[in-house]
């Protein structure tokens, strides 16, 4: 099965997709990082645009995040990346080279995929899609950095906004404990998934 978490920064998308996917033993995709390593690239090669290098670079996701063989999960999450990973993301072209990659990885077993567009772009069928929101208060804090120019700017874009699909169940995390929300998502996966709690 393949379950859709989509939110905005700080709403708890990867600590909670990482745990339900352990709970469902299926696979854990982060999309966010693959925008990440694009925004690294370009950072780091600005002779190219970040559409070419998102055709040509080669992504590794797992334990470690990897761009043609280098580690970069350390590099990846700097506040200066995730800043252009924003600025990136707004690239249909960009966008259309990672779904595609996404769209193949998810083509074979069970999956909890986290991102932005997931359940209204990448993988419409979806077996469940989640909505995480939080206030932008605990938000920030969570993140220990302020989110708001991203969250305008990836909600705001012209071409796969960061939107709640319109079958998704949205779940606001403010006043919930991690545990609370893999618990309501883990309970409706066995719902969706027939009632049966094999993913
Ligand atoms: O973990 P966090 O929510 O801070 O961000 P992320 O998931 O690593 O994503 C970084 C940036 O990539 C986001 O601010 C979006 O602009 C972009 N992104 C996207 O456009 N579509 C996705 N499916 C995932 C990320």
Request: net charge negative; proline share 5%; charged share 25%.
């Amino acid at each position: 099965m393949i379950v859709a978490v989509d939110g905005p920064a700080g709403a708890g998308k990867s600590s909670v997709s990482r745990l339900v996917a352990a709970r469902l033993q299926a696979r854990y995709l982060d999309s966010g990082a693959m925008y990440r390593c694009v925004a690294l690239a370009s950072l780091e090669d600005p002779d190219h645009t970040p559409a070419e290098l998102a055709a040509s670079i080669q992504i590794e996701l797992g334990s470690r995040v990897r761009i043609d063989g280098r580690d970069v999960s350390a590099a990846i999450r700097r506040a200066e990346v995730s800043a252009r990973a924003s600025e990136v993301a707004t690239d249909p072209d960009v966008r259309a080279a990672l779904v595609a990659q996404q769209r193949e990885l998810l083509a074979t077993g069970d999956w909890v995929a986290e991102g932005r567009d997931i359940g209204t772009v990448v993988a419409p069928h979806a077996d469940l899609k989640i909505f995480l929101t939080g206030s932008p208060a605990e938000r920030a804090r969570r993140r220990g950095e302020p989110v708001n120019e991203r969250d305008v700017r990836d909600r705001t874009r012209v071409h796969s906004p960061l939107q709640a699909a319109p079958d998704a169940t949205v779940i606001d995390t403010t006043d919930l404990s991690l545990e609370q929300v893999v618990e309501r998502v883990v309970e409706l996966a066995a719902t969706a998934n027939g009632g049966s709690q094999d993913a």
